[in-house]
């Protein structure tokens, strides 16, 4: 039996890398690499190929879900943990038992028009949304497929 299509979020700041970066990739494809949060990468480790998810600009003006992405990897180790010169080495991490992951994602489409963080919050529908709890910081998180829909007709207008 196939495993149902999954739905996500994740978060990047703009200044480091952004929805625009992504359709500038080769292929419109990168690794979602230095995420360092046990939750999040376990969450990266659950993604399939064809899973969908929205890309959200964090530490923006405004915070806003900017477009859509599409899994095309299952998670696998991710080497700036063991460069001791990159911002994301973890001196810690065993190379036998790597500790952290990524994923490749690769641009479906970039919304016509920015959904800010304030404007989902307006939306009853998404009251249950992990993106619009209290404390929520998770960079990697998941979306049901309900939220998802809805979000898409909040896009398409």
Do not use: C
């Not at 990897?73 to 036998?96: C, G, I, M």
């Amino acid at each position: 039996m196939l495993n149902a299509r999954q739905y996500w979020l994740m978060k990047s700041e703009p200044l480091v890398f952004s929805i625009e970066d992504l359709v500038r990739a080769p292929k419109r494809t990168t690794s979602w690499d230095g995420v360092r949060n046990y939750q999040a990468r376990n969450f990266m480790r659950a993604m399939q190929p064809g899973d969908q998810v929205l890309f959200y600009h964090s530490n923006a003006n405004p915070p806003a879900i900017v477009g859509i992405a599409e899994v095309t990897a299952t998670a696998y180790p991710d080497p700036t943990q063991f460069e001791r010169r990159h911002k994301h080495f973890d001196p810690a991490s065993d190379p036998k038992a790597p500790r952290w992951d990524m994923v490749d994602i690769r641009h479906v489409r970039t919304f016509d028009a920015p959904i800010s963080l304030d404007s989902l919050r307006m939306e009853k529908a998404l009251a249950g949304m992990a993106l619009l709890q209290k404390g929520s910081r998770l960079s990697v998180q998941p979306v049901t497929k309900g939220e998802w829909e809805y979000i898409l007709k909040l896009a398409n207008g």
